[in-house]
């Protein structure tokens, strides 16, 4: 959410940032908040000068009554009684209007970095840089569901039986490696500083809404029925909920956490070839960062949490590339994005294993995440940053370390969380 002051004094800059992200649906928002906005302070101006004049009459009847003329007082009283009841239907209009926009301003989207490029969709996003030699070797490599099955690791049918499409049994050392991979990325994290955290798994309406915009709110969360919780479709959520509304010491700044959590999705939308198996999934885990920070230093932060995990998988030798999100892909609260992606040479193209935004005071402002200053308070800079989600990251290591007999090579970085283990082999029974 942006400032309404910014929006008040920049009405054209609102506008033109709403038509780049094609939006223009929401162009009269902007005017109807100028609108609501103006009634609003009116309504504050004469709820002051209403409690003013009470004030005033207040101490005339203190002034009448010390001398002894109570009819007049009890005429002023009368008059007292009147301005009562206006401003009990003033404050009532105050919180009408300051409703009906702040419903307005949770829709219209946060001013995107000029850097960002302006295109309709994730078609137009925009390569910035790859890491790593892509190869696609002389010799065929199954889907990816059928390589882990071979291996005895995965079980899609007995998933479709129990919970239906979009989950799935890990087995065996496939299951194990898909831990080794999460704790793995704990302890690299770590090493980068940050501060381990498991979270809720499940947060109140109030964070929902404080973190993400209705739209992707419906495309993804799942409600607990009869509560008033969701389950998370990432740990940024609850990880950004912990600062909700509090105050922060601005010597403490920054905020910098990693943590580990299961994430439920509705995954709305078309399920195509290449998203059977465990690519697009309900119900998956995840090690995410977040980072809550000084407005200044919010984009050396961006930079730095992107390049970790470029760094993560190449230190598993998996060839990766950034890609610039243009104005189109962005979600509403995000001021730039990059997605991580990475190479599969069956398909011989890049598909995302993570992504990294900065949101700057959108979310700060939704959630009411400040820090103290010398001279008052102001909201800080939230960012998030997915480490690594395993089952992608499975497929990248499947795909990138097959081999023609079937079996496949575990990166040297995984094998001391896998007992030693170098390889994986087509198991007996598939």
């Known amino acids: ?56 009459l207040s101490n005339r009847i ?33 919180d009408k209007y300051s409703q009906e926009i702040q419903t307005r301003m949770m829709k219209i989207p946060n001013i995107i970095h000029s850097s960002v490029p302006i295109g309709k969709d994730d078609s137009e996003n925009v390569e910035i840089e790859k890491f790593g030699e892509p190869i696609v070797p002389d010799y065929d490599i199954p889907f ?78 799942y409600k607990i029925e009869g509560e008033d919780l969701y389950l ?11 600062f909700k509304d509090q105050i922060l010491k601005k010597e403490s700044m920054p905020y910098t956490m990693t943590s580990y959590s299961p994430c439920f999705r509705k995954e709305k939308g078309a399920h195509g070839l290449e ?57 509403d609260l995000k001021a730039k994005s990059c997605d991580i992606e990475a190479w599969s040479p069956r398909q ?9 935004s900065n949101l700057t005071d959108a979310q700060a402002r939704r959630l009411g995440i400040r820090i103290k200053g010398e001279n008052g308070n102001y909201f800080a800079h939230t960012l998030n940053n997915t480490v690594v989600a395993p089952p992608r990251m499975l497929i990248s290591i499947m795909e990138n370390n097959y081999q023609p007999d079937g079996s496949v090579i575990i990166p040297e970085a995984l094998r001391p969380y896998m007992g030693g283990l170098e390889r994986l082999n087509v198991s007996k029974k598939s």
Request: with cysteine.
């Open 348 to 356: 011989k193209i890049y598909f995302e294993v993570g992504s990294c």
């Open 144 to 221: 990816h569901a059928d390589i882990l099955e071979n291996l005895g690791g995965l079980d899609l049918d007995s998933a479709r039986r129990v919970a239906g499409q979009g989950f799935y049994y890990l087995l065996g050392d496939v299951a194990r490696l898909h831990s080794a991979v999460l704790t793995y990325a704990r302890d690299f994290m770590i090493n980068k500083g940050f501060t381990y955290c498991i979270p809720p798994y499940m947060i109140r309406s109030d964070v929902v809404t404080g973190v993400m915009s209705f739209e992707e709110m419906d495309a993804m969360m």
């Open 1 to 56: 959410m942006i400032d309404i002051k910014y929006l008040r004094e920049n009405p054209d800059i609102v506008k033109d940032n709403i038509k780049k992200k094609f939006q223009d649906h929401k162009l009269v928002l902007v005017d109807e908040v100028i609108e609501l906005d103006s009634k609003n302070r009116k309504a504050k101006l004469d709820g002051d000068n209403l409690r003013a004049e009470r004030n005033s």
């Open 62 to 94: 203190g002034q009448l009554m010390r001398n002894g003329k109570k009819d007049e007082a009890e005429t002023i009283k009368v008059q007292v009684q009147d301005i009562n009841k206006k401003l009990e239907e003033n404050e009532a209009l105050e």
């Open 232 to 242: 998370i479709g990432t740990s940024e959520h609850s990880m950004i909920g912990k």
């Open 275 to 331: 998203e059977r198996g465990i690519y697009r999934i309900h119900q998956f885990e995840k090690q995410e960062m977040i980072v809550v920070c000084e407005p200044e230093d919010s984009w050396d932060w961006y930079d730095k949490m992107w390049s970790y995990t470029v760094e993560f998988f190449r230190s598993m030798n998996i060839p990766v590339r950034t890609l610039e999100c243009c104005s189109g892909d962005l979600a």
